[in-house]
């Protein structure tokens, strides 16, 4: 009797928050709503808050910018929009929507003091296991009067459990994206900041409730990623910064 071999799985079986998994994932980040589709979300209101170029030469450096979703977001700004990331396939797919790429580390970029008038550092510090060194460079390749926008998960329980053990039971996000341990205290993050000239202001955010449960509906219904599920939820502001939040300061000259 000729043995029948093993049925393969997708994806590889990966400690949390193991950057391999972008690897893995690579096919999901441009899928309308995919495993990647509340970062298109949160990358539109990250961009909201990043002003039109005040110069012909304004430079945006996007720090963790995985296959470079914030671009649409940015179009007709006019920024030169370099991204920064650690994942060489995401980088790949980063170029074809225009961004100028660059393999590197969030935590030692390879770029000049003060070169950037924005920097972008979305849905990055939960992810690298020394945030304050991320938030360092951060600040440090901004210009005097340069902009940061970030936005992050919280360190409480309640993100934990939101984020986790919840968040990740859904049908469209990956199992194990995140780890906790990384997750960034709000307050400390605004003292980090603090230290490296950068006078950082803190609102919650969330996805809207009634578009997010029509969408959830709609996607797990639908089973196909490729087509999107209806309108994408708007992130709005909430009143608790407890699980997601989302920054924007100016460096002091």
Partial sequence: MREVAPVSTPYRVLPPNDPRQYDDLAGEWWRPD????????????????VPPASTTDALLVDLGCGAGLLA????????????VD????????????????LNGDATAVPLADGCADVVSAGELLEHVPDWRRAVGEACRLLRPGGLLVLDTLNDTLL???IAVEIGERLPTVPRGIHDP???????ALVAECARHGVELRLRGIRPELGGTLAWLLRRMRSGVADRPAGRAPRIVPTWSKAVLY???GVRNG
């Fill in 34 to 49: 995919g495993a990647f589709a509340m970062l298109h979300w949160l990358a539109r209101a990250r961009a909201a808050l």
């Fill in 72 to 83: 649409p977001h940015l179009a007709g700004k006019g920024y030169r929009h370099v991204g």
């Fill in 86 to 101: 650690l994942t060489r396939s995401a980088l790949d797919l980063a170029v074809t929507h225009g961004v100028i790429v």
């Fill in 159 to 161: 993100a934990r459990l």
């Fill in 181 to 187: 341990r990384l997750f960034v205290d709000a307050r």
């Fill in 246 to 248: 989302q920054g924007h």
